[in-house]
T-cell receptor
Framework: NAGVTQTPKFQVLKTGQSMTLQCAQD?????MYWYRQDPGMGLRLIYY???????DKGEVPNGYNVSRLNKREFSLRLESAAPSQTSVYFC??????????????FGPGTRLTVT | LAKTTQPISMDSYEGQEVNITCSHN???????ITWYQQFPSQGPRFIIQ???TKVTNEVASLFIPADRKSSTLSLPRVSLSDTAVYYC?????????FGAGTQVVVTP
């Protein structure tokens, strides 16, 4: 099992450009998450998908959109990148929402720089 | 969402036990507590989860008092490789928030 994979690993964008970050998991998990982590700070939730076909806003959704393409894949789109979106982006998945399904599995991250 | 408060940093020597206490005063009845570990340039990794009393696994123990307003992660006999940031989360049926975490530095 590959676990959670993310592409690309690194990306440099100019202000105003758009891009999509891809995330896929092969663990048959129901729930998937997108986070951003700025230097020296904790993770902040951007969007999540509790199950296939549903998406919800997290703590910092402005400037982002998401698509739960199927059970395996959850993409994050920046429509018009801004320097404030320079960050490391992590995707995660977990089996479900219950107590016995609490463990989140994280991808390796995408390091995004917006100039 | 229940907010959590942890110390910003802790220092320890190899072989010692490290205890990190997390405060979560407004935890709800059905919420449970989860701890993650993060190394630089990596995503967080699940350590342990609990609801009340004590939970132990191969890497850590989690102590939760009866009022559940705090929890303590205990790392026995730490090594240099335990240097990392540790996050406490209160999980409310899939809703939670990562705080700033506790930077643990282990020195020889």
């Amino acid at each position: 099992n590959a676990g959670v994979t993310q592409t690309p690993k690194f990306q440099v964008l100019k202000t105003g450009q758009s891009m999509t970050l891809q995330c896929a998991q092969d663990m048959n998990h129901n729930s998937m998450y997108w986070y951003r982590q700025d230097p020296g700070m904790g993770l902040r939730l951007i969007y999540y998908s509790a199950s296939e076909g549903t998406t919800d806003k997290g703590e910092v959704p402005n400037g982002y959109n998401v698509s739960r393409l199927n059970k395996r894949e959850f993409s994050l789109r920046l429509e018009s990148a801004a320097p404030s979106q320079t960050s490391v982006y992590f995707c995660a998945s977990r089996a479900g929402l219950g107590q016995g399904e609490a463990e989140q599995y994280f991808g390796p991250g995408t390091r995004l720089t917006v100039t | 969402l229940a907010k959590t408060t942890q110390p910003i940093s802790m220092d320890s020597y190899e072989g010692q036990e490290v205890n990190i206490t997390c405060s979560h005063n407004n935890i709800a009845t059905n919420d449970y507590i989860t701890w993650y570990q993060q190394f630089p340039s990596q995503g967080p990794r699940f350590i342990i989860q609990g609801y009340k009393t004590k939970v132990t696994n191969e890497v850590a123990s989690l102590f939760i008092p009866a009022d559940r307003k705090s929890s303590t992660l205990s790392l026995p006999r730490v090594s240099l490789s335990d240097t990392a940031v540790y996050y406490c989360l209160v999980d409310s049926w899939g809703k939670f928030q990562f705080g700033a975490g506790t930077q643990v530095v282990v020195t020889p």
